[in-house]
């Protein structure tokens, strides 16, 4: 167990919805981040955020948009689902990355599947 | 840009054997980490070993080991002696560079399979 908690575990909606993905990290992590598994594009970085400021943008679409509250955890919003959205989400988190590149412990991933 | 290349897609092998999974990187970075990770059947990512670019050093942890050679930007994964519980998907990652977000590039990863 990484200490990293996601939910929901499984997702199943339907094309056009939006969903909300919830992260919270490590206990003293300040950093978030978003990544999305899929079997042709493999692990891709959607997103950092850094005690509540976005770091850093990777593959993000813009139907996607992210956040992280006060409490340090974070959401990750998926809006107008397409199909190809269906993937494995991790979220991961770290101390801090202002003193060189930390280790990422990963949650156990949402599932979503788009039908 | 960084590059990790993990040229094996799937290995098979039967118990007790040993395997070693490749890892070959590309990076401007002098200073720079890598990792392995591995992702067993039930999804989660797990978190193997953390090494940068100054430790050259190989590690060794239980049936695990690892071997980093900067001179052919390699950081092999080596288990030993493996079993079906190795099965799955491993990752290796490489971070570096500047900024204030250090974003890991992750390889494609190789598929484990040990059979009974």
Known sequence: DSGVTQTPKHLITA????????????????????YQQ????????????????????GNILE???AQQFPDLHSELNLSSLELGDSALYFCASSVDPSGGPDTQYFGPGTRLTVL | AQK????????????????????????????????WYK?????????LIRRNSFDEQN??????????????????????????????????????????????TFGRGTSLIVHP
């Not at chain 2, 992702?39 to 978190?47: A, H, I, K, T």
Request: contains cysteine; negative net charge; glycine residues 8%.
């Open chain 1, 38 to 57: 899929s079997l042709d594009q493999g692990l891709q970085f959607l997103i950092h955020y850094y005690n509540g400021e976005e770091r850093a943008k």
């Open chain 2, 59 to 104: 590690e060794i942890s239980g049936r695990y080991s690892w071997n980093f050679q900067k001179s052919t930007s390699s950081f092999n994964f080596t288990i030993t002696a493996s079993q079906v519980v190795d099965s799955a998907v491993y990752f290796c990652a490489l971070s570096g560079g500047s900024g204030g977000s250090y974003i890991p």
């Open chain 2, 39 to 47: 992702q067993p059947p039930s999804g989660e990512l797990v978190f």
């Open chain 2, 4 to 35: 990790v290349t993990q040229a094996q897609t799937e290995i098979s092998v039967v118990e007790k054997e040993d395997v070693t999974l490749d890892c070959v990187y590309e990076t401007r970075d002098t200073t720079y980490y890598l990792f």
């Open chain 1, 63 to 65: 139907r996607f948009s």
């Open chain 1, 15 to 34: 094309t056009g919805q939006r969903v909300t993905l919830r992260c919270s990290p490590r206990s003293g992590d300040l950093s978030v981040y978003w």
